[in-house]
Structures are given as C-alpha cells and as structure tokens.
C-alpha cells in the first residue's frame, strides 16, 4: 500500500518562505521521479516542479529561483522549499510519485491528499 502524506502548508505573507514536506510508504519512492504539483481554485492541476532518483530537478518557469525542490532517499522524503511567495502561488499542492514499472513503459502515479498553501498580499 502507497501513501504520501504532505505537511507544511498554510497561511504566508507575501515575499515570505514556507517548506512542504512529503513522505512516501512503501518501496517505490528512491527509484522513480518524485514532484509537487499545485491547483488554484477553479483551474487545472500544474507541474511545479519534479527531481528524479539521482538528483535532476525541472521547475515550472514561473518558480525558477523561487523554489527548490529536494529529496532524501532514506527518509522516503520529498521537499519543496518556497521562497519569495506571491500571491498567486496560492492553491493546494500535492505530492506525486511517477512509477516506471522496470523493464516495461508503464507509468503509474501516486498522489497526497494535498495541502494549503494561501499567500496574502
């Protein structure tokens, strides 16, 4: 059974920090691309950012030298340290595992349940 729990959301001024937390149980996470992804009220749900097994990061334009994405592979633990917060990074960011099934092309995604993030103007 997989499960990824987020923490650390909630309620930022503008141009300050906040740092999510997600922690993956069971086997999947050290081998497979892990990311935050975020959903404002009344729009589709976006990459924010992904690191892969051995370390490479991908961020969304709009985050680039804001956020810093992180992972410990012993801790079954991704992170996302936000800094600079706008308001409209406000929305509810999730956790995601991309698991590549080993010798096959197959893709499964695992999700949080999502936590708040509001940055207030």
């Known amino acids: 059974q997989v499960q990824l729990v987020e923490s650390g959301g909630g309620l930022v001024q503008a141009g300050g920090s906040l740092r999510l937390s997600c922690v993956v149980s069971g086997s999947i996470f050290s081998a497979n691309v892990a990311g935050w992804y975020r959903q404002a009220p009344g729009k589709q749900r976006d990459l924010v950012a992904t690191?892969?097994?051995?370390?490479?990061?991908n961020y969304t334009d709009s985050v680039k030298g804001r956020f810093t994405i992180s992972r410990d592979n012993a801790k079954n633990t991704v992170y996302l340290q936000m800094n600079s917060l706008k308001p409209e990074d406000t929305a509810v960011y999730y956790c995601?595992?991309?698991?590549?099934?080993?010798?096959?092309?197959?893709?499964?995604?695992?999700w949080g349940q999502g936590t708040q993030v509001t940055v207030s103007s």
């Open positions: 995601n595992v991309n698991r590549k099934l080993i010798g096959t092309n197959i893709r499964y995604n695992y």
């Open positions: 690191i892969t097994s051995g370390g490479i990061t």
